[in-house]
């Protein structure tokens, strides 16, 4: 089973700034996008944002503006730089690359980030 390895997270105040790290094997003919999502507690996983093999990207409409998803030239290292944050973007953190049917999808060991107020 292949886990995508994450760092970064941890703890800010409100307004402050967090980059989270994930290091994700480069597109295949399988992947077609690299992504983030996160888990509250008591809530759903949900989306944050992905990139796509061209480099176009997509936020989740409570992120956009603020978060900023990237890839290293080699397109082997995922990024995202989360600006301006809120206590209500606390949660778990988890990259992804998304897979093609007939393709298996991998996550990340996901990472804590706490934004208190």
């Known amino acids: 089973q292949v886990q995508l390895e994450q760092s970064g997270g941890g703890s800010v105040q409100a307004g402050g700034s967090l980059r989270l790290s994930c290091a994700a094997p480069?597109?295949?003919?399988?992947?077609?996008?690299k992504s983030w999502y996160r888990q509250a507690p008591g809530k759903e996983r949900e989306f944050v944002s992905h990139?796509?093999?061209?480099?176009?990207?997509y936020y989740a409409d409570d992120v956009k503006g603020r978060f900023t998803i990237s890839l290293d030239n080699a397109k082997e290292n995922l990024y995202l730089q989360m600006n301006s944050l809120k206590p209500e973007d606390t949660a778990m953190y988890y990259c992804?690359?998304?897979?093609?049917?007939?393709?298996?999808?991998?996550w990340g060991q996901g990472t804590q980030v706490t934004v208190s107020s």
């Open positions: 992804k690359t998304e897979a093609l049917a007939g393709c298996t999808s991998y």
């Open positions: 480069g597109f295949t003919n399988c992947v077609y996008a």
């Open positions: 990139i796509l093999r061209d480099g176009t990207t």
